[in-house]
């Protein structure tokens, strides 16, 4: 048979074969999507999800992807945003977080440089949307006497007595401070049905969400409640707020009846841990009892993660909890609780912080065999602007007082709280997910596959196994490395081999856009044999090969609010094994990423504005990454 005749008996069967191939390589089956979830929920690579007879990578890529947000953003439908000016609708938050051009409040135009990747509104569910409503002059709420009273407020323009007579019914359970169910449900539908209109899987992920808003005695316990669903589940509910009960136990409670209602999935997102004086990981339930087994279990259950870093301060450590650790005094607030009604006593600080927590709830694992403090980390804005800013030379506030303005570092907090010049430009949320949809995001939120940033988007991958070596970092894709070898950040670890200590593949590069990497550490915390919880930060790789004691200096020029980056490096990549391993003692690790100093946003405004700032007033700022922690249980 000569090449001529070959060919004609092949080419069909090749052709066949090809389109049969392309065919396999573009179309996702059940059992892709089977095995994709399958993967994404063990934190492992799956071979069987790489057809073989394909020459493309399958369609549905199974290693999870960096994914970019804010899970905490208000608009003019939370109450305290709009008595203090904020009219920026969550139509137009969508449209700004997606990159469109926006005007604030202030009158400024503002835009994203890089638009995120998905959103959460997480309006206030006490009073969600009322004061629009009152404006108005919505008949629905004729017959509402304590909104006649507040509505007269508004018309006068007596914003000040509304505030004063408002403020103590977010945390009253006097039925008198609610409105109708048919008007509470007319606004948290059109609340829902405006994150659906915004959500376009694969593209955007909007979230349906919330913020149920308990303070008792001004001590913050505010959670974000976040749905995975849209408004065909998430409107068969009500938003659970305060004035239904002050109790976070009471709150997971609903949240078990909404997912047995729906067969919808919940979850709740602490913030601001570092103004609750000493309540949010209080070793007592709100009742004055001990935690006890179910308490712990219903907490991991439905608080996988913190928001660790957001505008109103840090949460992860302080000073005086972490006295041997130099970066511990970042954005600290630590005058008082968050109604500035109480100040802060030190006894509170160990139950205000994340790391503390974390330590706190190894001791509690041994003890009653859960760990109630088993959250991975993230950041949000929590701005009431209805703008989800986060760098520094785009910071737009708090509240309306605080957007951009020559004065801002010397305005209050809506008018009579902390000055605004104490304000961080933080944070992010980062989640390594298979996908942008709502379905892929909210699950490595569950498995805790996430991390925060201080508003930079640095790029932070962390995997613990056995058995990681340096030849490991040549590999041309880490992730498929720690997937196979190990688990990522937000997983446990399995009980040691005999005579092996963990080893840890860290990788980090800096925001495309920003500044360069000073350091990657490694914090560990345990609980040693004689059940005190202990901690150590590790220096694994600090930029110019300086010793740890080395500051990297700074490049910094307040004079014009500028930087370089001569100082620094653009990336690391680490394998570390822990050098005081006992495979008898539970642990956590998680990993912590600094960059070189900036201009803090004061600065800029210094420049801008030309204006002086007072000598109390923060300048620099040495942003970061925290990962979610990984856990080693014996």
């Known amino acids: 048979m000569n090449c001529y005749q070959l060919f004609k008996v092949t080419a069909p069967s090749l052709l066949l074969l090809c389109m049969s191939g392309c065919d396999r390589a573009s179309e996702v089956t059940p059992a892709d999507n089977a095995a994709a979830a399958e993967a ?129 019914s977010i945390n009253s359970v006097d039925p008198k401070f609610q409105n109708t169910p048919k008007v509470r449900a007319s606004i948290w539908e059109h609340s829902v049905a405006t994150a659906d209109a915004h959500n376009e899987p694969g593209l955007f ?124 005094d970042f954005e600290t607030w630590d005058e008082g609780n968050i109604a500035m009604s109480a100040p802060k006593e030190p006894w509170m600080l160990q139950y205000d912080y994340a790391r503390s927590a974390l330590k706190d709830g190894l001791a509690y694992e041994a003890a009653l065999g859960v760990n109630p403090f088993k959250f991975g980390m993230i950041g949000s804005t929590d701005s009431h602007t209805g703008l989800s800013t986060s760098a520094e030379n785009n910071f737009f506030g708090k509240f309306l007082e605080s957007e951009p303005k020559p004065d801002r570092v010397t305005e209050k907090m809506a008018g009579v709280l902390q000055e605004s010049w104490q304000l961080g430009a933080a944070g992010l949320a980062a989640v390594w997910a298979v996908e942008n949809t709502r379905e892929a995001l909210f699950a490595a939120i569950k498995r805790r596959e996430v991390y925060a940033t201080t508003g930079p988007r640095i790029e932070v991958r962390f995997y613990a196994g056995w058995a990681f070596n340096p030849q490991d970092l040549q590999s041309p894709d880490l992730s498929v490395v720690g997937y196979h070898k190990g688990v990522p950040m937000g997983a446990d670890l399995a009980s040691a081999p005999d005579g092996q200590s963990p080893s840890f593949l860290l990788a980090a590069s800096k925001d495309p856009d920003g500044a360069n990497l000073d350091r990657i550490q ?5 609980v040693d044999s004689a059940g005190n919880t202990q901690e150590k930060v590790y220096d694994v790789a600090l930029s110019g090969g300086r010793k740890a004691d080395q500051s990297v200096g700074t490049s910094v020029r307040l004079e014009d609010a500028s930087y370089t980056n001569s100082i620094g490096v653009s990336e690391f990549a680490e394998v570390w094994v822990d050098p005081d391993f006992d495979p008898e003692l539970r642990a956590f690790y998680y990993v912590r990423v600094l960059e070189i100093p900036t201009p803090r946003w004061t600065t800029y405004d210094a420049h801008r504005f030309k204006v002086a700032l007072e000598e109390n007033v923060r300048t620099v700022v040495q942003d970061r990454a925290y990962t979610s922690a990984i856990w080693y249980t014996p």
């Open 205 to 328: 992920t909007a979230f349906a969400a919330y913020e149920w808003t308990s303070a008792p005695d001004g001590n913050n316990l505010h959670r974000v409640v976040l749905y995975k669903d849209g408004a065909e589940k998430v409107t068969q509910t009500l938003p659970f707020t305060a004035q239904d009960s002050p109790d976070p136990e009471q709150l997971w409670s609903f949240f078990e009846d909404y997912e047995r209602l729906t067969g919808g999935e919940v979850l709740a997102i602490p913030h601001n841990s570092n103004v609750s004086n000493g309540r949010m990981f209080s070793p007592q339930r709100e009742n004055g009892s001990p935690l006890d087994k179910q308490y712990v279990a219903h907490r991991a259950r439905w608080e996988p993660v913190l928001e660790v870093t957001q505008v109103k301060g840090d949460s992860e450590t302080h000073p005086s909890l972490s006295p041997d650790d130099p970066f511990a």
């Open 40 to 168: 994404q929920s063990s934190g492992k690579v799956s071979d069987s999800t790489i057809e073989v007879g394909s020459y493309s990578p399958p369609v549905r890529n199974p290693t999870p992807q960096l994914y970019w947000g804010d899970t905490h953003l208000h608009t003019q439908l939370s109450a305290d945003a709009y008595l203090t000016g904020t009219r920026l609708t969550s139509e137009i938050a969508f449209q700004f977080a997606r990159g469109k051009i926006v005007t604030a409040d202030n009158g400024m135009r503002v835009k994203l440089r890089r638009p995120l990747d998905f959103l959460a509104i997480a309006d206030h569910g006490t009073s969600l949307g009322i004061f629009p409503r009152l404006m108005a002059n919505d008949p629905a709420l004729a017959d509402w006497e304590v909104g006649k009273r507040w509505s007269a407020y508004l018309q006068a323009g007596n914003i000040e007595d509304l505030i004063n007579e408002w403020a103590p």
């Open 522 to 526: 490694v914090i560990k915390g345990w």
